[in-house]
């Protein structure tokens, strides 16, 4: 199987778009089905919701397709650049985008924001979310 490099190790991240692959994150959440939805996000140096807050969201996956870092904020509240106004970054693409994967225990379903480094004109952050 093939999938998305992760950025900084020798792993890949596989997608979920066929119903062989629902089926198996539905058994790996428990769940007796799985849906998934895709969107995307322009990059931008200024704070923006990159997914309001959802309880019935269990799994996310960020895609950062930008030269740029991406910085990101769980929970609700803008995101920052600064010290303490982010809980994750993304690193920018080089050879392939970067990848974030995390579930419902890590704040998956709760709101999060991001910011990126700096302005890209034709940067954007994919973004796959698995709902049960």
């Given at each position: 199987?093939?999938?998305?490099?992760?950025a900084?190790?020798?792993?890949?991240a596989?997608?979920v778009?066929d119903a062989?692959s629902?089926?198996?994150?539905?058994?790996?959440?428990?769940?007796?089905?799985?849906?998934?939805?895709?969107?995307?996000?322009?990059?931008?140096?200024?704070?923006t919701l990159?997914?309001?807050?959802d309880?019935t969201r269990?799994?996310v996956?960020f895609i950062?397709?930008?030269?740029?870092?991406?910085?990101?904020?769980v929970?609700g509240?803008?995101?920052?650049?600064a010290v303490?106004?982010?809980?994750?970054?993304?690193?920018p693409?080089?050879?392939?985008?970067?990848?974030l994967?995390?579930?419902?225990?890590?704040?998956?379903?709760?709101?999060?924001?991001g910011?990126?480094?700096?302005?890209?004109?034709?940067?954007f952050?994919n973004i796959?979310?698995?709902f049960s």
């Open positions: 199987m093939s999938g998305i490099p992760i900084g190790t020798n792993q890949q596989l997608l778009s062989s629902a089926a198996i994150l539905s058994n790996a959440l428990g769940t007796s089905s799985v849906t998934s939805t895709l969107t995307s996000v322009a990059a931008s140096a200024s704070n990159l997914l309001a807050a309880p269990q799994r996956i950062n397709d930008s030269t740029q870092a991406l910085y990101g904020k929970g509240g803008e995101a920052s650049i303490g106004g982010y809980s994750f970054v993304i690193p693409k080089t050879t392939a985008p970067a990848v994967n995390f579930d419902k225990a890590y704040g998956a379903h709760l709101e999060i924001n910011i990126w480094a700096a302005a890209d004109a034709t940067g952050l796959v979310s698995f």
